[in-house]
């Protein structure tokens, strides 16, 4: 019993002087912290010190419910582990989705808006290189205005380079009050690279485009 016992002691000691820096690495919770987040193993108090510590598209996962504002500007994920971050916002360029599972941050790829004046239908799109899974070097913008009953008032196609930022502005005739305008984003050999976007109604736009009859 008693060289067991040794044995056992003999263990625990060559453990403790042995591999300090194993022990080291660990990460153990410091009584009394109020800890947030959660980031590759580590506990952060902070939300902010968390996603400033986190690379491009790691995942988060939250601690507790936090009101700290926080301004995200890489692709994260943030679990949300049954709490909330009420104070979160997306940088420029990005956006941020929320469900019941988690907080998404991603590049803000495709912006566009329309709107009509009597004949004319002026549509914006924006378009920044991003994480769509677009690999293309080149493809086209095709938009196309309908009315209410679905039907297609007016199309246009134009040709964008992918690898490059761009600003495209639109003027369509249309012989109907338009309901809806959809944004078809396609290859070079005219296969659609991602599912067609239905763009919002935006009256400013009159003032920023080609004139309006």
């Not at 919770?29 to 510590?53: C, E, F, H, M, W």
């Not at 988060?60 to 994260?76: A, D, P, S, V």
Request: proline residues 4%; glycine residues 6%; charged residues 20%.
């Amino acid at each position: 019993m008693r060289k067991a016992m040794s044995r056992l002691t003999a263990a625990l000691l060559c453990l403790l002087l042995c591999a300090p820096t194993a022990l080291a690495a660990v990460d153990l919770p410091v009584i009394g912290q109020d800890y947030k987040v959660s980031l590759n193993g580590t506990r952060y108090v902070s939300l902010n010190a968390a996603v400033a510590a986190a690379e491009d598209g790691d995942e988060l996962t939250l601690l507790k419910t936090t009101t700290e504002r926080c301004e995200i500007n890489k692709r994260l994920t943030i679990w949300r582990n049954g709490h909330e971050a009420s104070q979160l916002s997306a940088g420029a360029g990005y956006v941020l989705e929320t469900d019941d599972e988690a907080y998404r941050v991603s590049i803000l790829t495709f912006l566009g808006a329309y709107c009509q004046e009597g004949e004319r239908c002026l549509v914006s799109v924006e378009y920044y290189p991003g994480y769509d899974g677009i690999t293309e070097a080149n493809g086209s913008f095709v938009v196309a205005c309908y009315n209410d009953a679905g039907q297609m008032l007016a199309a246009t196609v134009k040709p964008v380079d992918f690898s490059e930022p761009a600003a495209v502005f639109l003027n369509m005739i249309v012989q109907d009050e338009v309901e809806t305008v959809k944004l078809f984003v396609m290859s070079s050999s005219c296969a659609p690279l991602l599912e067609n976007m239905e763009l919002e109604y935006d009256a400013s736009l009159a003032a920023m485009g080609p004139p309006m009859a």
